[in-house]
C-alpha cells in the first residue's frame, strides 16, 4: 500500500548569488500590470526523476556548479519581492541577495509514494520558502535513489510559459555545461497602460475583491480534494475524433475540456440547474504574433474566460457541441486588445494593494453556479533533462487557499509518449466519485508503477 505521509529531513540550505550580474540591470525591476491579475503566490515546479547511472552527488554537484550562471541570465530571481513604500504594490529588488538552494532528503523510495493524491506526493515533497525569494531551487533525494528536482518561484514573476522556460533553461545549462540558446527577456514594458486607461464595463464584472468575505470558511476548504490522473494518447486522440464534427478539426486540449465539462455536469447533477467552465488562456501568441517572439518572454500573460450553461443541455449535447462552446469561449479572448484592457483595468484598480488587498477572477471563488477552472501547459515543450535522464513526471503544484472552484492543470507527460498529466488542484469529493466511475474511465489515477518507480532490491549510490 502506498505511504499515507513521508517526511524530509533538510540536509543544508543555502544561498547562493549571481556569478556575473548584468551591467545597468536595474536597481527595483517593476512588474507589469498582467504580473498584477494573478498577483503574488508562492508556486511550485515538482520534477520526478529516476535514479541516475552516475548517482545523486554528481546531480547535485552539477546543479550547485550551475546556479551562478543561471541566476547571472535570470538576474530577478536572484533578487528580494519587495512592496513599494507608496503604494504597497510588489516589485523586485535586484539586489543579488541570492536564490535558495535546499537539499533534502526523503527515508522512503519513490515506488511507495501514493501519487494518485498529490496531498501525500507532490505536497510533501515540496518544501515551504520565504515570500521574499524569487527562487527556491529544492532537490530532494530518495532512499532509492531518485529524486525530485522543484523550482519553486513567486507567480508574480511567472505565469505557466515562463515557468517551464525556467526549468527548461536550467536543464539546458546543466546538460551543456552552461550553455544556454536563447536568452529570456526580461523587459516588462510589452503592453503598458494607455493614457487614459480605457477598457469594457464587462470587465468589472470579471473580477472581485479577495478577502475573507470573500473566500469559503476553512473547513470547507479542508474538504476539497487534490488528485493525479493520467489519460493515454489513445483516449485523447478518441476525444479529439469525436469533438470534431462536420469537418472542423478540434485540438485535444478542447476536446478534453468538452468531456471534464460533461463530468462536472454529471456531478452536479439536480444540485443547481447549471455549472460553469473556466480557462487559463496564454496570450503570447495574440499579443505578438510573430513566431516565436515572446516564447522566452519573462512574466504573466494570461487571462481568464469563463462561460455557464444549463446542465440538462451539457448532459444531452453530444461531445462536439460541447467542444464547439468550449472553442468559442477560448477565442473570445485571445485578441491583443483584450490584453490591453486587461493592463488597463489594471492600471484603474491598483489602489487595492495600498490597503493590502487584491483582485482575483470572480469565478475562481466558486460562489454562485459550480465552477471548474482548466489551464494547459500542452503548447510548451518540457524538457527538464539535466543530462541524467529525462523527469518521468513534471508537474505545478500550489496551495489552494480558500477558494471554492474546482481547478485542473494539464501537462504533457514529460516522456513523450503522447499521454497527458491531469493534476486537479482543488476537487469536490463528489466530482471525484464521477471522475473515477468505473473502469471505462478515462482518466486513470496515476500510481507509483505507472511512473516507472518499481521496487527495486538493487543498490544505488551514495546520498552525499
Known sequence: ????????????????????????????????????????FPIWLVCLYGPPPCGLSAVLSAVRA???????????????????????????????????????DAAVPLAAVDFARVDRSLGLIQIPFDAGFPMSLQLVRFACGGFSLTVATNHLLADGRAFILLLNSLAEMVRTGGGLSREPRLDRSLLLPRSPPRYSPSLDAEFARFTPETMINPLLAAAIERRLYRIDAADLVALQRAASAGGRRTSRFVALCAHVWKLLARAVGES????????????????EPSDGALDMYMGNM????????????????PLHYVAAAVGAAIAAVMTRDRFQ?????????????????????????????PALVISGLLPFTIDGDLGFGKPRLVLPWLRHGRLGSASVTVVPCPTGDGSWFVGGTRLWPRLVEVI?????????????????????????????
Open 272 to 287: 443547481d440547474p447549471s455549472c460553469r467552465m473556466a480557462w487559463i488562456v496564454d496570450g503570447r501568441k495574440c499579443v
Open 341 to 369: 484592457e486587461l493592463v488597463d483595468w489594471v492600471e484603474e484598480n491598483k489602489a487595492a494593494y495600498k490597503d493590502g488587498g487584491k483582485w482575483t477572477e470572480a469565478v475562481n471563488l466558486g460562489l454562485g453556479s
Open 1 to 40: 500500500m502506498p505511504l499515507e505521509h513521508f517526511d524530509l529531513k533538510i540536509a543544508s540550505r543555502t544561498l547562493v548569488q549571481a556569478s556575473h550580474p548584468p551591467p545597468d540591470f536595474p536597481a527595483v525591476h517593476a512588474v507589469s500590470n498582467l504580473d498584477l491579475v494573478l498577483g503574488p
Open 436 to 464: 473515477e466511475a468505473g473502469p471505462e474511465s478515462l482518466l486513470k489515477p496515476v500510481t507509483a508503477a505507472s511512473l516507472g518507480f518499481e521496487v527495486s532490491t538493487g543498490t544505488h549510490g551514495s546520498l552525499l
Open 66 to 104: 550551475t546556479l551562478p550562471a543561471y541566476l547571472s541570465r535570470f538576474f530577478p530571481f536572484a533578487g528580494r519581492v519587495v512592496r513599494d513604500p507608496a503604494t504597497n504594490i510588489p516589485q523586485v529588488a535586484c539586489s543579488n541577495a541570492g536564490a535558495e538552494l535546499v537539499v533534502a
Open 302 to 317: 494570461v487571462t481568464y474566460t469563463s462561460r455557464e450553461a444549463s446542465v440538462a443541455e451539457l448532459l444531452r449535447a
